[in-house]
């Protein structure tokens, strides 16, 4: 699929087939997320892959909509501050980093037929307690992956002219 025709179809799913997604599919989801840019190459991350059968009641714990669990697979996207690049003026480029692997991520599952839904409202106490977080590692994104069991619903997004400016504010 071309790379347009890719931005365009990928969407937020929130049903999924309870289908298994084959080792080698999630290797390739995997391998684009770690071929992602990161500040000064440092790649500041780790991706925990979840399998949800049978830890849906923990799961739920961090994200508690039913279908957040109905994916055969959930992944955490955590950074580790302490890892990553900071500017001059002491901004961690972590988060940063790691909203970009996980950009790779949902755009490589969609590219391979698979569907995906950033989630960022967690709790994330929950998560580091369900997922054994050390104190110097922070969940950043989850996401479910798995086939779709919906259907597209219609983008909406505000017109270019809306967010793009030139030369200045």
Known sequence: MEYSELIEK???VRAYQSRTIADDVLQQVLESARLAPTAANRQPFQLIVIHTEGREEE???IYAPAWFVRAPVVIAAVAVPGKGWTRGDGKSYADVDVAIVMDHLILAAADLGLGTCWIGAFDAEAAR???????DVEPIAFTPLGYAADLPGRKQRKPLSDLVRYETW
Request: hydrophobic fraction near 30%; charged fraction near 30%.
């Open 10 to 12: 990928r969407y937020s």
């Open 59 to 61: 799961l739920s714990r």
């Open 129 to 135: 307690d369900v997922l054994g977080l050390p104190d």
